[in-house]
């Protein structure tokens, strides 16, 4: 829809190509994980919020995206940004806990900390890079890389996330990425102050 509205040639061949790049990357992961079974996919929970709690559920992209990186969702409930109960968390005892980038810290006094996925170190925030690579947008494409590595590193031992990344945004943004910028949007952290300033500058 983007490119029809811009209704330019390098627009039309720009989502054509990331059409073809989205198709071979769920190709790629259906295939490694079509004879997994339901067992060995870990059960992954999405926090969108952490004061007040919230997660992402059922019918969602979240969801979509746990799925096709060979999860499956821990939350019970259906919808984007659902409050939940630290208790309910604990019940759910999630395998694996993904956090939003923009969800904010986890407090010290909170009953979370006691969670076995936390403890046992499979509690990771999210990448965020010109958008969260978890929500609705392009970077969706690197968020299933992401993700896959995350919950099976075994399965998809060959894939570099990083040089994925750099790849992509080289492609799609036009963009060449420091390492450090690259450490920032896999932490989940905002860009360095002075990068930041400087990115703005060179875009006027």
Known sequence: MTAQ?????????TAALYHQRMAETLTLLHTRLASLPEQNRPRVLHIA????????????????????AGGRNAA??????????????LAWNPDIVIVDASAGALPATSPLMALPALL?????RNPRGIFAWDRYGCEDLLQLYWAA??????LFADIDIRSVAFTFY???FHVNLT????????SGNPPAPDNAQERKENSH
């Open 149 to 154: 590595t995350r919950l099976h590193p075994e």
């Open 170 to 172: 080289q492609t799609f």
């Open 5 to 13: 509205a811009l209704g330019t040639d390098e627009a039309a061949r």
């Open 76 to 89: 019970t409930v259906s919808g984007n940004h659902r409050p939940v109960s630290a208790e309910q968390i």
């Open 120 to 124: 046992a170190g499979r509690w990771w």
């Open 49 to 68: 919020r952490l004061e007040p709690l919230q997660v992402d559920g059922g019918n969602t992209l979240v969801d979509a995206w746990i799925t096709a």
């Open 179 to 186: 390492d450090d910028e690259m450490t920032r949007i896999l």
